[in-house]
């Protein structure tokens, strides 16, 4: 009777020990290339979802902290607003159906992020009319109307991202660092899908001018 008695008072233990244990723990739902997998997991309290993967970005070899929504090819080209010399706000929708080709500097007043303005600027005058041609940073316009007018870069559109970073955020080209913006090119097509897209690794190296010209030419086809 004892040894009854026992095994019922083990039984009822053991039982709530499973109830307990059940309690304690969640389903954590994750995508992967094989579907979606469960996992039994500790409960814990709800986390914010955070899109953006931080591209690994350095100055040499020293790595800087990015910020923004890291964008990618195929995606639609989020709209975004900034400044002109004249203090104008401009957006990006304000080229709707046109091609574009968006270069992003940290600086126009370095050697690198000069010479890469003027680079592109030289290439897309041969092009005439077909693509518009953005150059961004966080420069001050009054630094880039002084630049656009010693340059005598005619073809460029310069816009400053300086009061808001809007365009940095929503492409995940802010240094977080230095609230400046990273070296990259971004090509548009007309119906607003971005189609090449390059965020350097390092700041102080050019970008692959010739593929970005390639990805700009197959669009004028």
Do not use: W
């Amino acid at each position: 009777m004892m040894e009854k008695r026992f095994f019922i008072l083990f039984g009822i233990a053991f039982f709530m020990m499973t109830l307990f244990i059940s309690g304690c723990t969640s389903t954590v739902t994750t995508e992967s290339s094989e579907g979606t997998v469960q996992k039994q997991g500790p409960a814990t309290a709800p986390s914010v979802e955070q899109t953006y993967e931080a591209p690994a970005v350095s100055i040499d070899r020293e790595k800087v902290t990015m910020g923004g929504t890291a964008v990618k090819a195929s995606e639609k080209a989020p709209d975004f607003k900034a400044l002109t010399t004249d203090l104008k706000e401009f957006k990006l929708s304000d080229l709707k159906g046109n091609v574009i080709l968006i270069s992003s500097v940290p600086s126009l007043d370095t050697k690198i992020c000069s010479l890469q303005t003027r680079r592109f600027n030289g290439e897309i005058h041969k092009l005439g009319n077909k693509v518009k041609f953005i150059t961004i940073s966080a420069d001050l316009p009054f630094a880039q109307q002084r630049f656009q007018e010693l340059n005598s870069s005619k073809d460029t559109i310069f816009l400053s991202d300086h009061k808001d970073l809007d365009f940095g955020n929503k492409y995940g080209f802010v240094i977080n660092d230095y609230r400046l913006l990273t070296r990259g090119v971004v090509v548009i097509d007309k119906d607003g899908v971005i189609k090449y897209i390059e965020n350097c690794k390092n700041i102080n190296d050019h970008p692959n001018y010739e593929q970005a010209l390639q990805a700009l030419n197959a669009l004028l086809k």
